[in-house]
Each structure stands twice: as C-alpha cells, then as structure tokens.
C-alpha cells in the first residue's frame, strides 16, 4: 500500500504567524490591488458568522465588501490622521 503524501489543507493553521501576517496578500478579486495592504482577522461565534453572511446575501455583496463598508463609515478618515 502507497503512503498519501500529507498536504496542507485549505485552512490549515499557519506554522509561523508572524511570517503569515506579514506575507503579502493575494490581490482581491474586484478592484485594485493597491487599495487593499492589510487583512483583519477577528473572532466571531458561528451565529454571528451567519447573521454576517446572511446580511450580505441579502444586500446582494460579498462580506468582504460589507464588511468594508461598514468599517469606512465607522471610522471616518481624519485630518491629519493616517490615511
């Protein structure tokens, strides 16, 4: 019998956090690429998770750009303030 080679899965942890948080990120999909330098990662409850996606399924966007939305309007751009 052969032995499986062992593969990362898809949302294997990261062996070194520190390197994955400042490893680049992919480009988004819609947009570009300049716009977006850094990835928020937060924990929710899994009901929260899906008030979150139901929300978006119903406005007919991605988290993601909900998500973004909200957080622009939260908190404004300042004067003087980082960009």
């Known amino acids: 019998m052969s032995v ?3 593969r990362n899965g898809f949302a294997a942890r990261p062996g ?4 994955w ?3 680049a990120d992919a480009p988004p999909r819609d947009g570009d690429a ?3 330098t850094a990835r928020l990662t937060i924990d929710v409850t899994p ?5 979150i996606k139901i929300a ?3 406005r007919g966007v ?3 750009d909900m998500l973004r939305e909200l ?3 939260e908190f404004p751009p300042t004067e003087g303030g980082p960009l």
């Open 4 to 6: 499986r080679p062992r």
């Open 16 to 19: 070194d956090p520190d390197s």
């Open 21 to 23: 948080v400042k490893a």
């Open 34 to 36: 300049s716009d977006f």
């Open 47 to 51: 009901a929260l998770r899906g008030r």
């Open 56 to 58: 978006a399924f119903g």
């Open 62 to 64: 991605t988290v993601a």
């Open 71 to 73: 957080l622009a309007r």
